[in-house]
C-alpha cells in the first residue's frame, strides 16, 4: 500500500538507471523499505494514492516492478509518463477511484483486464476502473510494444 | 501575429490536427507523425530493442536527435561501454545529428542548435522534453521503450489534452526569477493540477519573459503533470530562432475564442525569492523561511537553470565575494556554447575567484546516477527541478530547489540566504 505521489525516483533510484533490470530489481523502493524486493511475491498488487509514478520518464520503473512479479498496479490515478510506459512494457496500470480507502495491506484482489472490474475479496467491494483508450488496448491485447513491434516487421505495419 | 486555424482551437488542437491532417479536438485519441525525435543515453535502450526485434532501419534518421549528456563523463566501465554501444549504433542507423558527451545538456542542445520549431510536434527519452514548449513546440516526454516504436514506425498513439491557461501578470522584483514564479505555480497549484493537460503561460508578463526564462517555466511543466507547457512563439520567438540561423521560423499561438479547460492568474509583482523543501516540488516556502539552514553542497546547471542568464545572475551576486568554506559551489553550464559565453563576458572568471568549481557541460548530480552526490545528512540547495527523497544520492540527504540567484547568495552565506540582501 501506498499513499499519493510516489515518483519514479522512490520506485528506482537514479544510480541504478543504467544497470540491467535484473540486478536494478533488488533495489526496487530501496529508499523506503531495503526489503521491499525481497519481500514481494508473484501476483502481488501495488495500490496506491493519488499521481503514481510521478516525476522522471524512466521505463526502469515499471520495469523492476514487471520483474519482481507484481501483477498489477491499482492507483487512483496515474502520472502520464510512467501510465504510457507500464501499458508499453506490459505492466498492467488501472485508474480506480476509491481504491486506496478500500484496501487493506494483505488483501486479496481479483483483477479483470477485460471489464475493468477490480474484486476486493475481503470485503465484497467492487469497483471499475476507467478503461484503456483503443491506442492502449492495441498494446496490451498484442502483449507489449515488442510483438506489435514485430508486427510492423513483419508486415510494415502494425 | 500568427495564424489563426478558424476553428477556435488551442496550440495542442492546433498542432495536433496539422499532424493528422483533419480537425481534431481535445480528449480524442489519435496517431500522428513526430517531426523529431530526441534521445540520450536511452538510446541504447530504444536502439537495442530495434536490433532485437530484427529491425534495421529507423524511419527517418534525419529525424532523430542523439545527445549524451547523463553520464558523463562514463564514472566506470559499464558507463562507457553505454557511450562506446550509442557511438556505434548511431553509425549503425545512419544518424548524422549525434552530439556526444560535453556538448551539453540534451534539451539545450536542442535548442541552440535550432531542431525546435514553433508549431513541430517532438517526443524525447526524457521528462524535461516539455522545455521546447518554450518555442511554441509541442514537445512532451517518453520512455526509452515507447521510443523503439516512434524510432520503427516515425509515428505514436496521442490523446489530445485540454488546455489550461496560466495568465501572468505583474513584473518580477529585482533578484526574484523565472524559478521563483514556478515554484510559486507549484506552491499554489500544487504537483498535478495540469495533469495530462497541455498549459499555455500567457499575458503581458509572459510575452515580457526571455527565451531562457520561458525555458524554465516550459521545463517545470511536467512537474505539475503536464504533457505540454507552452509559450506563444512571438517576435521574440522567431527574432531569437533567427539569431541562430533559422530563417523561416514564423510566429504560433492558440486561436482567440479557443476553449480552455480552466484558467489561474499568477502576479509577479509580489513574488519573493523561493524555496522547494526536501522532498517535494510543492513544498515551497518563502526564502526567510529557509534562512538558516546550513548547506554543504550549492549547485547551479541543469535543463532548468543552467543558461546564460542564469550565469550571470549567480556571478553578480558573487563577484567580489568568497563561497564559504563549508559549501562546496558546482556549475554545470547546460552547453559548451553556454560556458564559451560565459569565459567571454568573464561571468567563469568570477565564479572561480569566489570559490565554485567548474564541471563539464552535462546534467551532473541532478538525477543522482553520476558524480557529485550527497552523504547522508548533506543539504544540497540546486537550481534543478526534482527535490524527491534520494534524487541527488543519499536517500537521508535534502535538497533544496531554488533560483541561481538564492544558490548563489547561499553558497556565499553557508547558510540558506536571500539574494536581495545581497548588495
Known amino acids: 500500500m501506498f499513499g499519493d505521489h510516489i515518483n519514479t525516483d522512490l520506485i528506482i533510484a537514479g544510480r541504478y538507471l543504467h544497470t540491467p533490470i535484473p540486478e536494478a530489481a533488488g533495489h526496487t523502493f530501496e529508499a523506503v523499505d531495503k526489503a521491499f524486493a525481497q519481500n514481494v511475491s508473484p501476483l502481488d498488487v501495488i495500490v496506491a494514492g493519488q499521481n503514481f509514478g510521478c516525476g522522471s520518464a524512466r521505463d526502469a520503473a515499471p520495469l523492476v516492478l514487471k520483474h519482481l512479479g507484481i501483477g498489477c498496479v491499482l492507483a487512483e490515478d496515474f502520472a502520464r509518463i510512467f501510465f504510457r510506459n507500464a501499458i508499453t512494457i506490459g505492466l498492467p496500470a488501472l485508474a480506480v477511484r476509491g481504491i486506496s480507502g478500500k484496501v487493506q495491506h494483505l488483501d486479496e484482489i481479483s483483477v479483470s483486464l477485460d471489464s475493468g472490474i477490480v474484486s476486493i475479496i475481503r470485503t465484497g467491494d467492487v469497483l471499475k476502473t476507467t478503461p484503456f483508450p483503443p491506442q492502449m488496448r492495441t498494446i496490451i491485447e498484442a502483449g507489449g510494444i515488442d510483438n506489435l513491434l514485430l508486427n510492423f516487421k513483419r508486415d510494415g505495419n502494425v | ?423
Not at chain 2, 525555458?215 to 517576435?235: C, H, Q
Not at chain 2, 522547494?276 to 526567510?288: I, K, M, R, T
Request: aromatic residues 8%; contains cysteine.
Open chain 2, 1 to 423: 501575429m500568427w495564424e489563426s486555424s478558424g476553428l477556435r482551437q488551442t496550440m495542442a488542437e492546433k498542432i495536433f490536427s496539422s499532424k493528422v491532417g483533419r480537425k481534431v479536438s481535445a480528449g480524442e485519441y489519435i496517431t500522428a507523425p513526430v517531426d523529431l525525435v530526441m534521445s540520450h543515453e536511452a538510446f541504447s535502450t530504444a536502439a537495442s530493442r530495434l536490433i532485437a526485434v530484427g529491425i534495421d532501419r529507423i524511419w527517418d534518421s534525419d529525424k532523430v536527435v542523439i545527445i549524451l549528456d547523463h553520464l558523463v563523463p562514463p564514472a566506470n566501465e559499464r558507463m562507457a561501454t553505454i557511450h562506446d554501444q550509442i557511438r556505434k549504433m548511431v553509425k549503425q542507423f545512419g544518424i548524422r545529428q549525434f552530439f556526444d558527451a560535453y556538448e551539453g545538456i540534451c534539451h539545450q542542445v536542442m535548442v541552440e542548435n535550432g531542431f525546435v520549431r514553433p508549431g513541430n510536434l517532438i517526443v524525447g527519452s526524457d521528462s524535461h522534453t516539455c522545455t521546447y514548449g518554450a518555442l511554441g513546440c509541442a514537445a512532451s516526454g517518453i520512455g526509452g521503450v515507447e521510443m523503439s516504436y516512434v524510432l520503427a514506425t516515425g509515428e505514436l498513439w496521442f490523446r489530445v489534452p485540454s488546455t489550461i491557461k496560466i495568465i501572468l501578470t505583474g513584473e518580477l522584483p529585482p533578484r526574484v526569477y523565472a524559478k521563483d514564479l514556478s515554484l510559486s505555480i507549484a506552491m499554489q497549484l500544487g504537483l498535478q493540477f495540469a495533469q495530462y493537460r497541455s498549459i499555455e503561460y500567457v499575458g503581458e508578463s509572459a510575452s515580457k519573459l526571455s527565451i531562457s526564462s520561458r525555458m524554465v517555466l516550459s521545463n517545470m511543466s511536467v512537474e505539475f503533470g503536464a504533457k505540454f507547457g507552452f509559450f506563444i512563439a512571438d517576435d521574440k520567438t522567431v527574432t531569437y530562432l533567427k539569431s541562430i540561423g533559422v530563417d523561416d521560423a514564423k510566429g504560433f499561438g492558440p486561436d482567440e475564442e479557443a476553449t480552455y479547460e480552466g484558467e489561474h492568474r499568477i502576479c509577479a509583482d509580489t513574488l519573493e525569492p523561493l524555496v522547494a523543501f526536501p522532498h517535494s516540488v510543492d513544498n515551497v516556502h518563502p526564502v526567510h523561511e529557509a534562512l538558516g539552514i546550513p548547506i554543504h553542497q550549492a549547485l547551479i546547471g541543469s535543463c532548468t537553470n543552467g543558461r546564460i542568464e542564469d550565469l550571470r545572475a549567480a556571478a553578480e551576486i558573487l563577484k567580489g565575494r568568497k563561497v564559504a568554506s563549508s559549501v562546496r559551489l558546482l556549475i554545470y553550464p547546460a552547453s559548451r556554447a553556454v560556458l564559451r559565453q560565459a569565459m567571454e563576458e568573464g561571468l567563469i572568471q568570477s565564479l572561480l575567484e569566489a570559490g565554485a568549481t567548474l564541471c563539464p557541460p552535462s546534467c551532473g548530480p541532478c538525477f543522482g546516477g553520476h558524480g557529485g552526490v550527497l552523504a547522508p545528512g548533506e543539504n544540497c540547495i540546486a537550481s534543478t527541478n526534482r527535490n524527491f527523497q534520494g534524487r541527488m544520492g543519499s536517500p537521508e540527504a535534502n535538497v533544496y530547489l531554488a533560483s541561481p540567484a538564492t544558490v548563489a547568495a547561499s553558497a556565499w552565506r553557508g547558510v540558506i540566504g536571500d539574494p536581495r540582501e545581497v548588495a
